[in-house]
């Protein structure tokens, strides 16, 4: 069975940092792109990071320069370094992984707080 799990979530300050993680699993094979979103309470959920197999990057603006994407092909992992949080990158993150044929798998999420 497959599957996709976050882990690396948690309780930072303003101006932390945080590595998520994203473990892709079980019978999926020739994933090309990997990609993080993230859903705020009241929130639609919108992307953060993606990357593909080639390691072509692509940032919301609303990260970029403080978010790093990267992955392992070799393991189907994938990470996010988030470095100089904000209060408003709170949400629930999720890891999404599509293969070369079209399929999609979602992780359940990992809750991210920046609060003081």
């Known amino acids: 069975q497959a599957q996709v799990v976050e882990s690396g979530g948690g309780l930072v300050q303003p101006g932390g940092s945080l590595r998520l993680s994203c473990a892709a699993s079980?019978?999926?094979?020739?994933?090309?792109?990997m990609g993080w979103y993230r859903q705020a309470p009241g929130k639609q959920r919108e992307l953060v990071a993606t990357i593909h197999r080639n390691g072509a990057m692509n940032y919301a603006d609303s990260v970029k320069g403080r978010f790093t994407i990267s992955r392992d092909n070799a393991k189907n992992n994938m990470y996010l370094q988030m470095n100089s949080l904000k209060p408003e990158d709170t949400a629930v993150y999720y890891c999404?992984?599509?293969?070369?044929?079209?399929?999609?798998?979602w992780g359940q999420g990992t809750q991210v707080t920046v609060s003081s």
């Open positions: 999404n992984a599509v293969t070369v044929n079209g399929l999609s798998y």
């Open positions: 079980g019978t999926i094979f020739s994933i090309n792109a």
